[in-house]
């Protein structure tokens, strides 16, 4: 069991984990011998959130709770109040996860974080612009590591900017091998094209439902 948590905040970016949520909770283009997934929310508490579209979302968990090894995977959203001393606790379970060998992934301005906090000193990653961590991110100093790219998949840490969420949600996708390779490239040609010919290609192929 593979359990991949969603780590949420208030102002929670919505759309910057939109397509790597739905298609690890729906399974809908999961290959046959897919590993079992469960995506959960985690949270300081258990007290509601709202995000930045205005929706209240009540976790599933809290910070304590999130399993340390290889088979954890956290996700880390954008949100306007990263600046918020009480995430300390979760850009410290970030560094813990990294060790373990779990995956962690982060967009926007959940890479101001993990820069500040020295994570991305000595590993590829991206962000926003090299200037935005560096204005946001004092201690920052993984500037020769940065790469100007919607995405950067590193392993086990794969970071994005805020116009990066299809790319980092197919990256995440590929880290965790649910879709078949050409699921997953169509997949990804038909949402960040919209031609329809890439529509009939995913569907061609996904197994044939009996």
């Known amino acids: 069991m ?5 780590y949420i905040l208030d102002t929670l970016a919505d759309w910057e984990i939109g ?8 399974k809908r283009f999961f290959k046959k011998d897919a590993p079992n997934i469960s995506v959960k929310t985690a949270g300081i508490s258990k007290e509601p959130v709202k995000t930045m579209g205005g929706f209240a979302i009540i976790p599933d968990c809290s910070i304590g709770d999130i399993a340390v090894n290889e088979k954890s995977v956290l996700l880390l959203p954008g949100a306007n109040t990263w600046n918020d001393m009480k ?3 979760i850009i410290e379970k970030a ?4 060790l373990a060998g779990a995956t962690v992934c982060a967009i926007c301005g959940a890479t101001a974080v993990l820069a500040n906090a020295g994570l991305l000193d000595h590993r590829p990653h991206t ?7 560096e204005m946001c991110s004092p201690h920052y100093k993984g500037q020769h590591f940065y790469v100007d790219t919607p995405s950067v998949a590193d392993h086990n840490l794969i970071t994005a900017g805020s116009t990066g969420a299809l790319l980092w949600a197919r990256q995440i996708i590929e880290r965790l091998e649910v879709f078949q390779p050409d699921t997953l490239d169509a997949w990804y040609n038909y949402f960040s094209s919209g031609k329809e010919q890439h529509f009939f ?6 197994p044939i439902s009996k």
């Open 87 to 89: 995430h300390g606790a």
């Open 127 to 133: 962000s926003n612009g090299m200037g935005y961590l």
């Open 2 to 6: 593979i359990t991949v948590y969603v």
């Open 19 to 26: 397509y790597a949520t739905a298609e690890l909770n729906s």
């Open 201 to 206: 290609a995913l569907m061609q192929t996904l």
């Open 95 to 98: 560094g813990e996860l990294l």
